[in-house]
C-alpha cells in the first residue's frame, strides 16, 4: 500500500504564496507519477500538476504561469509552490500517485482570502 500524506495548507492573502509539500511511504514502487489535485465546494476535483518519475510535468489550466510542481526523489517528496494566488485557488488539496485511479492523501485546506 501506499501512503500520501500533505503539509502546508492554510489562510493567504490574494497575491501570496504557499508551498505544499506530499511525502509518500510504503509501496511508492508503484508509483509513476505523483500531482496534486484540488475540489472547491460544488466543483469537480481537477488536476492541478503532475510530475512523472520521469520528470514530466503537467498542469491544469489554472496553475500554469504561477504554480510549479517539483520533487526530491531521495525523499519521496513533490512539492507544489502556489503563486500569485488568487480567491478562486480556494480549494482543499489532495496529494495523488498515479492519477484518477491511484493514490490520496487526506487533503489539505487552502483558503485565499484578505
Known amino acids: 500500500q501506499v501512503q500520501l500524506v500533505e503539509s502546508g495548507g492554510g489562510l493567504v492573502q490574494p497575491g501570496g504564496s504557499l508551498r505544499l509539500s506530499c511525502a509518500a511511504s510504503?509501496?511508492?514502487?508503484?508509483?509513476?507519477?505523483m500531482g496534486w489535485y484540488r475540489q472547491a465546494p460544488g466543483k469537480q476535483r481537477e488536476l492541478v500538476a503532475a510530475i512523472t518519475n520521469d520528470g514530466i510535468t503537467h498542469y491544469g489550466d489554472s496553475a500554469k504561469g504561477r504554480f510549479t510542481i517539483s520533487r526530491d526523489s531521495a525523499k519521496n517528496t513533490v512539492y507544489l509552490q502556489m503563486n500569485s494566488l488568487k480567491p478562486e485557488d480556494t480549494a482543499v488539496y489532495y496529494c495523488?500517485?498515479?492519477?484518477?485511479?491511484?493514490?490520496w492523501g487526506q487533503g489539505t485546506q487552502v483558503t485565499v482570502s484578505s
Open positions: 495523488n500517485g498515479n492519477y484518477l485511479s491511484g493514490y
Open positions: 510504503g509501496s511508492i514502487f508503484r508509483i509513476y507519477a
